[in-house]
């Protein structure tokens, strides 16, 4: 199977990407290509031209700010899961990139490409939700940054605009006694997840919950937000029998998708297990 | 449109004008000749079109030939050298990893690579690397015997 015929243009720069979309409107960029070439290749996806922004130098990597992280767009799975940085200093994001497909998958797939295709069976998506992560966007008309919560707006669909590229993700670095856990229930066939749990959890010195986060990808059109859960859980001792009561009391997810595999009310059970369970390693970290 | 690429597969440099749509699986099979990377899915699921790509592992055909520019590859044809199968190739043969041999060298390579990275895996790591890899008609138990004996051929070079 080929891909339907495209013109192909490879950008040097961010700014020479962001020219080539203004001058190709019909464009699409291409990061790694391992969800646009699959889509292409079924005709699900038809795009005239291809920006390849690939090997553009700027949007690789992984830089420690102090108080956040940069990642560029353009970073692997495969770096993500094997940043030194990023295993000291925010522990979720590799714990969700190593369950990403396979490692042939994980080679090529980027962070950027992740989060702007916005599948709602994708692993990034709620994690960096989950982190109140800032998305860089670069256009015609300048940077801006949006954030994560703003970010995902239907299924598929994102705040970026044509002509715009996403640059690089930031995420704040978590203070202490703060523990993260991201578990998937993934889809026996493609790998992509059915319900994917990011959990974050900071104690007081008491041991009671400071704060806490908790987002589900798979289950919802774009990754939600457990706010309900997590607020109920702030000022409680987070022994077990809390946080299953408050998993029970307090999760009510308004829209769920369900497909031939998983109806929606299996993908609301899937959520509330996996929420137990995330929040659970998530304290046991924040305590260790 | 035509994009000149230049590619180094197996060690030899090749340089060709290539239509932008043109998959690196297809360019290895068909413009070079290099048959034996296989298409089994065509839909990035199976694995069998695996070849390493700078030293890393990629499905060939969910990557463009035109990606591939200036990049170096090693499919199956070769890892033999100087007429000797490579460690991996003879402990497939010896513990019958393969029957049809389809999934076989995008198997090899995938565990080529995994080897690379971890020369001692356990058993349920060899399993877990090679998630990516169908095999329809061997089952994984011969497979994975394979790549654990081979990882210990290397071992001991
Ligand atoms: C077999 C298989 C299994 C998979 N399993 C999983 C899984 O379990 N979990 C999971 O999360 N994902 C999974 N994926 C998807 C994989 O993570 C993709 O690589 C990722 O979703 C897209 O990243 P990419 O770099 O390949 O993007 P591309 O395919 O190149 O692009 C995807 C989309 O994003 C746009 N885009 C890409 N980068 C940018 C940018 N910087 N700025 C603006 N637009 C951009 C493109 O125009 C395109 O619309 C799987 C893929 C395959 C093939
Ligand atoms: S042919 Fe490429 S993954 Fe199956
Ligand atoms: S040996 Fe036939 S598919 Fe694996």
Redesign the pocket.
């Known amino acids: 199977m080929y891909p339907p015929r495209f013109d192909y243009y490879r950008a040097a720069s961010v700014q020479e990407a962001v020219q080539l979309l203004q001058a190709h409107p019909e464009a699409?960029?291409?990061?790694?290509?391992?969800?646009?070439?699959?889509m292409m290749k079924l005709r699900l996806a038809a795009p005239p031209v291809l920006v390849d922004?690939g090997r553009i130098e700027e949007?690789r990597g992984i830089q420690d700010l102090g108080d956040r992280l940069r990642i560029g767009?353009?970073t692997t799975?495969w770096e993500l899961e094997r940043s030194d940085i990023l295993a000291r200093k925010c522990p979720l994001i590799p714990e969700a990139a190593a369950?990403?497909?396979?490692r042939q998958?994980r080679h090529?797939?980027?962070i950027?490409?992740?989060l702007?295709?916005a599948?709602p069976?994708?692993?990034?998506p709620a994690v960096i939700l989950a982190l109140d992560g800032t998305l860089h966007l670069a256009g015609p008309n300048g940077t801006r940054q949006v954030a994560a919560r703003d970010f995902f707006l239907d299924l598929m669909t994102t705040a970026?605009q044509p002509g715009?590229?996403?640059?690089a993700v930031e995420v704040p670095v978590l203070g202490e006694r703060t523990g993260t856990a991201y578990l998937k229930f993934?889809h026996p066939a493609?790998?992509?997840?059915v319900c994917g749990a990011a959990a974050i959890v900071t104690l007081n010195a008491d041991g009671t919950v400071a704060q806490a986060r908790l987002c589900f990808n798979g289950i919802t059109s774009t990754p939600f937000n457990a706010q309900n859960v997590t607020d109920a859980l702030v000022g409680h001792t987070p022994d077990d029998a809390t946080i299953e009561g408050v998993v029970d009391q307090h999760l009510h997810v308004g829209d769920p998708m369900g497909d031939v595999f998983a109806s929606g009310a299996y993908r609301v059970e899937l959520a509330k297990v996996f929420a137990k369970r995330a929040l659970k390693q998530a304290r046991d970290r924040a305590q260790a | 449109m035509g994009v000149p690429i230049r590619v180094e597969v197996n060690g030899r440099v090749y340089e060709h004008t290539v239509e932008p749509r043109l998959l690196l699986v297809h360019y290895l099979r068909d413009v070079l000749g290099l048959t034996g990377t296989k298409v089994g899915c065509d839909t990035?699921?199976c694995g069998a079109c695996t070849v390493l790509m700078n030293g890393l592992a990629v499905k060939s055909c969910?990557v463009l030939a035109v990606q591939a520019d200036g990049a170096q590859i090693t499919t199956i044809e070769g890892l033999a050298k100087d007429g000797e199968l490579h460690p991996l190739q003879q402990a497939f043969w010896e513990n019958h990893g393969l029957q049809c041999g389809y999934c076989t060298p995008g198997m090899i390579l995938a565990a080529y690579d995994l080897l690379q990275e971890n020369p001692n895996p356990t058993e349920e790591e060899v399993r877990h690397g090679l998630e990516?890899n169908l095999c329809r008609c061997t089952g994984y138990h011969n497979i994975v015997k394979a790549v654990l004996d081979a990882a210990q051929r290397m071992r001991e070079g």
């Open positions: 699409k960029v291409l990061a790694g290509g391992h969800s646009l070439l699959p922004i949007l767009a353009l799975h369950q990403i497909g396979d998958v090529r797939g980027t950027g490409g992740n702007v295709h599948d069976g994708s692993d990034l970026v715009e590229i996403l640059t993934e493609s790998g992509y997840a | 990035s699921q969910t990516g």
